[in-house]
């Protein structure tokens, strides 16, 4: 059960691996990404 000590205790300040990126990074990324396909599972 989460209690407000045990949330401290297990917050992230930072990215858990160095391959995570924030949203403003990835809005840069996302222009360079191509058009999703129309035929397939839809992107989510």
């Known amino acids: 059960m989460w209690t407000p ?3 401290k205790q297990h ?3 930072t990215n ?3 391959t ?3 949203d ?3 809005r ?5 990404l191509p058009p999703a ?3 397939g599972r839809p992107r989510v």
């Open 28 to 32: 840069v990324i996302e222009a360079h």
């Open 37 to 39: 396909n129309s035929m």
């Open 20 to 22: 995570d990126v924030i």
């Open 5 to 7: 000590t045990t949330r």
């Open 11 to 13: 917050i992230r300040e």
């Open 24 to 26: 403003e990074e990835w």
């Open 16 to 18: 858990r691996y160095q």
